[in-house]
């Protein structure tokens, strides 16, 4: 009698082993479909923020050429008007950056918080999981 009950209490241990294991795995699994989408949405954030920074640098540069070649062809077509014309293009160009910069502003408090998708799978997790400690 006693190797029948080994037996049966085996079974149970086996079974018992069994399903922590298939919990052990699907944690695992899920762990790691969690880690894979946070790197997904890093790598994509990362291009994204190089991208506008080369974008911003390169138009900040022609501007910069731009305005520069603009400013001497106004100083030496109107000379004799030197100062109004410094003060006029500080003015313009004061307003200008200052118009600028409000829409920069503007747009980074519009746009989408990064790893959205993440914290979006983590509250549905935390959810499953709750309601697993509940029943």
Do not use: H
Not at 93 to 114: D, E, F, H, M, Q
Request: no cysteine; aromatic share 12%.
């Amino acid at each position: 009698m006693e190797k029948g009950s080994q037996k049966s209490g085996g079974k149970g241990n086996n079974a018992l082993s069994q399903s922590l294991n298939r919990f052990k795995i699907s944690l695992r699994e899920g762990m790691r479909y969690r880690l894979e989408l946070f790197s997904m949405e890093l790598e994509e954030e990362k291009k994204k923020f190089i991208n506008i920074i080369t974008k911003t640098l390169i138009a900040l540069f022609s501007l910069f050429m731009a305005f520069f070649f603009f400013n001497m062809s106004l100083f030496v077509i109107f000379w004799d008007f030197r100062v109004p014309l410094a003060v006029g293009l500080m003015v313009i160009y004061g307003l200008t950056t200052g118009l600028i910069g409000l829409s920069i502003r503007k747009k980074i408090v519009a746009s989408s918080k990064p790893f959205t998708a993440t914290i979006d799978e983590l509250k549905r997790d935390q959810t499953w999981m709750k309601g697993l400690t509940n029943e």
